[in-house]
């Protein structure tokens, strides 16, 4: 590797040094939920970073309506990779109109809340770090459930890291136009068949040996595009069914996308629709990195067609150092 190929491997590992001390993107949830005629319930959950102190909780906290009144204090607790709170209230009628959220989101943090009546449809909304309340609606948005998991599952291709760099790995393989769709289809059609298959409960695997294998298939991929950098005549059966290698590792992501989705939960009146727009945004997201991909590589190409090569290589040793710490830290961790 030359000084300026170590120089760029250097600033590749800084832009991932976040995400090497980072879980997946997880939003937190809140729930209010009537118990009886003027009792409600408050339950929230706020992910942290592993390794991050279980006796120190974050400035994130419940925004309760105006016209509710805790009974007691709220209750919280830790538990792995999150923080959780629960409280009691008593609440005159209407509700309304009134607001609810989390105060103290950071950043890109964002939370789904949920408002669940026992005699009306339940209500859902995202909260972020500019809108951190949601107002009860008299009558609910229909389309506020899908709109809200389409972000998230496109959030969770953009931000969620191990399926962020496995992607762009599968892209630095293919490379090629329709040999990248056709790849990229494979692996949508089967994370989302383990996704609804597990969410309706008909599959499911542990998260953490998920995790591992998760990681273990980026370095595969990285393995593989070094090997194919290396030796560009030598056609493995990787290089020759890159699709059959995406639907085998998308089977796997599947898995990881339903836990993910399990820890924010699904609206009970509404898990198709939900279901469908996080499956729908984790694609759109997808399509837009293989797409911002192409246009790079294609720039490249045609502008500094010698550096294509040294960059591929620099970002995928960054790519297989990034999984390999994954890999270790899920076993071991």
């Not at 118990?35 to 390794?51: C, D, R, Y």
């Not at 792995?80 to 009134?98: I, Y």
């Not at 105060?103 to 939370?111: E, K, M, P, Q, Y």
């Not at 969770?156 to 762009?168: K, N, Q, S």
Request: net charge neutral.
């Amino acid at each position: 590797m030359t000084r300026c190929e170590l120089a760029l491997l250097s600033v590749i590992l800084a832009v991932f040094a976040a995400p090497l001390s980072a879980d997946d993107l997880r939003p937190a949830v809140l729930e209010l939920s009537q118990t009886g005629p003027n009792h409600w319930s408050l339950e929230w959950t706020v992910p942290v970073a592993p390794g991050a102190s279980g006796t120190a909780f974050p400035i994130a906290g419940p925004v309760i309506p105006e016209n509710c009144e805790l009974v007691g204090g709220p209750v919280r607790r830790a538990a792995p990779l999150a923080l959780m709170g629960h409280a009691q209230m008593q609440c005159r009628h209407p509700m309304a109109g009134k607001s609810f959220g989390l105060t103290g989101l950071i950043g890109n943090a964002d939370a789904i809340a949920r408002y669940v009546p026992l005699d009306g449809p339940v209500q859902s909304f995202r909260l972020t770090h500019a809108a951190s309340v949601a107002v009860i609606a008299s009558q609910p948005d229909s389309w506020a459930v899908a709109r809200d998991y389409f972000v998230i599952g496109a959030e969770h291709i953009l931000f969620g890291w191990d399926h962020l760099l496995f992607v762009i790995a599968l892209v630095f393989l293919v490379r090629k136009g329709w040999a990248v769709v056709k790849a990229a289809t494979a692996f949508t059609i089967a994370h989302s068949i383990t996704l609804v298959a597990t969410t309706f409960g008909y599959t499911g695997l542990p998260s953490r040996p998920v995790e591992a294998l998760i990681a273990l298939s980026i370095v595969f991929l990285a393995v593989e595009v070094m090997r194919a950098l290396r030796k560009p005549d030598r056609r493995t059966w990787t290089r020759r069914v890159p699709w059959l290698v995406a639907f085998g590792f998308g089977l796997l992501h599947g898995f990881g996308f339903a836990g993910a989705l399990a820890e924010i939960g699904l609206p009970q009146t509404e898990i198709a629709s939900a279901l469908i727009a996080f499956n729908l945004g984790v694609e759109a997201g997808q399509l837009l990195v293989i797409a911002a991909l192409m246009v790079l590589l294609s720039a490249m190409r045609r502008l500094a067609p010698m550096a294509e090569t040294p960059a591929i290589r620099v970002a995928t040793y960054g790519i297989g150092i990034t999984g390999s710490f994954w890999l270790f830290e899920r076993i071991v961790g």
